[in-house]
């Protein structure tokens, strides 16, 4: 994902879910059995890297949030935030 005009955004989150075939989730599945992680480059030339690393049990992760409302000083943070219900913008 490609975010070309920053200014246009005041909050964005990302997030994954855990997917199964057919929907089928155990209950102790995570996502640190996944070994997945999220980079972000930003304009700036940092790099940074969200290990999805949480072994709490849940369908979603809210990996980062891009927070815009100060347009002078946009920031991005780690979240890494385990929960079952679907994250909106609003949760954080």
């Known amino acids: 994902m490609i975010i070309k005009k920053l200014q246009d955004v005041e909050k964005l ?3 994954t879910h ?17 070994d997945g992680r999220v980079l972000i480059k930003t ?6 890297e969200v290990p ?17 409302s100060n347009s002078t000083d946009p920031k991005v ?3 890494n935030h385990v929960q079952s ?6 949760d954080l």
């Open 18 to 34: 855990i997917f199964r075939i057919f929907g089928f989730l155990k209950k102790e599945d995570n996502f640190a059995k996944y």
């Open 85 to 90: 219900s679907e994250p909106t913008v609003n």
């Open 77 to 79: 943070i780690n979240i």
């Open 43 to 48: 304009n700036n030339g940092d790099d940074i």
């Open 13 to 15: 989150i990302i997030a």
């Open 52 to 68: 999805l690393t949480s072994t709490t049990p849940g369908r979603w992760c809210i990996i980062t949030k891009i927070d815009n």
